[in-house]
């Protein structure tokens, strides 16, 4: 049972990687696109890409440590008043831990640099297929 647990995080895990924001191309109708303005095109709009993506990756650090720290002290006072031993404060801090990290800004996660990409060349004259941040 619990290769099976493990077995079907990993695939969960797995469906949400995504390929590098350097290597992302959305889809543009081909028969409104000249190739070489495109291709000019994608590099600025990643250059665009990969600067809000550096952005958000620092937001979520500083949220990440932020919100670890508040749900390390809020489940080591729960984990207190629960019980006098310290494996329940300890359990606790581990808790919040967990559950502050599990707070923080998904966008990266969302695809936000992709769908910056996808806007950016809508702009600048393509007609984007794909759903926005999809590619």
Do not use: W
């Not at 619990?2 to 469906?15: E, N, P, Q, Y």
């Not at 959305?26 to 291709?39: G, L, R, T, Y």
């Not at 606790?92 to 707070?103: D, I, K, R, T, W």
């Amino acid at each position: 049972m619990k290769r099976f647990v493990a077995f079907s995080c990993m695939l969960s895990l797995a469906a949400c990687v995504q390929e590098p924001l350097a290597e992302y191309r959305p889809v543009v109708d081909p028969a409104k696109s000249n190739p070489a303005k495109f291709e000019r095109d994608l590099a600025s709009c990643r250059n665009v890409g990969l600067t809000a993506e550096a952005a958000y990756k620092k937001r979520q650090e500083q949220e990440m440590a932020q919100n670890m720290i508040a749900g390390i002290l809020v489940g080591a006072i729960a984990g207190a008043a629960i019980g006098d031993s310290s494996n329940y404060a300890a359990a606790g801090a581990a808790y919040g831990a967990g559950a502050g990290a599990a707070a923080t800004d998904t966008e990266l996660a969302q695809g936000g640099p992709r769908r910056i990409i996808d806007r950016c060349m809508a702009d600048r004259g393509h007609t984007i297929l794909n759903d926005l941040g999809k590619g």
